[in-house]
């Protein structure tokens, strides 16, 4: 086997974000999923996320007032691609999957290790509640950025990021997409 090396460049990796105040019913739903969700599945998924609740990885796949934000995210990973890299997601025929979706509940000193969601095309952070002394969120360990209530964080799944020791309340869905062929989703709706 041949040893695999790395050279580290320094380049402008893409951390998007989108005001969601608007679609206030859908992120309502969101956090009415967790608390589901803590109740038919209480035990905290184990992980690198050190909160008092961590809903199962496939929590979309359990809770259907997940899918809306789902479908959301999907899209707005198809706005960016054509926005920031000219590139129409849906004309090469390739569509995205949520590959995991979960809700994480932090309360104080609550935090989550440095970590990436490799080999997640995109990753998603969309903060349902946000105190304003809450833990940030820190990219590649040099990057801060603030939860605010309503936005959603999205970035390459490589990128490392982690979560200090939180503050206040602090509650967030987080999610993985894939890129598939678009052939598979019509293969995969005419399965079902």
């Known amino acids: 086997m041949n040893k695999v090396n790395m050279l580290e460049v320094d380049t402008k990796a893409p951390i998007f974000w989108v005001d969601m105040t608007a679609y206030a019913p859908m992120l309502q739903a969101a956090r009415e999923a967790i608390d589901e969700l803590r109740i038919s599945h209480p035990e905290s998924t184990p992980s690198n996320v050190k909160a008092v609740y961590m809903s199962p ?22 706005q960016a691609s054509k926005d920031f890299w000219n590139t129409d997601i849906d004309a090469l025929n390739l569509d995205f999957m949520i590959a995991d979706c979960w809700g994480v509940i932090y309360e104080e000193s609550d935090e989550t ?7 997640s095309d995109f990753s998603a952070v969309i903060y ?11 990219f590649e360990q040099k990057l801060v950025v603030n939860p605010q209530p309503n936005v959603m964080i999205m970035f390459p799944g490589y990128m490392r990021h982690e979560v200090p ?13 894939n890129k598939i062929p678009s052939a598979a989703i019509l293969a995969h709706t005419q399965k079902a």
């Not at 990885?57 to 198809?78: F, G």
């Not at 290790?113 to 080999?119: E, G, K, N, R």
């Not at 020791?165 to 997409?177: C, D, E, P, T, V």
Request: charged share 15%; proline share 6%; glycine share 2%.
């Open 113 to 119: 290790i440095l970590h990436s969601h490799y080999p």
């Open 128 to 138: 349902l509640e946000a105190d304003e002394n809450c833990a940030p969120i820190i």
């Open 165 to 177: 020791q939180n503050h206040g309340k602090r509650s967030i869905i987080a999610l993985n997409m």
């Open 57 to 78: 990885w496939k929590s979309h796949l359990l809770n259907e007032k997940l899918h809306p934000l789902c479908l959301h995210a999907m899209a707005t990973a198809k």
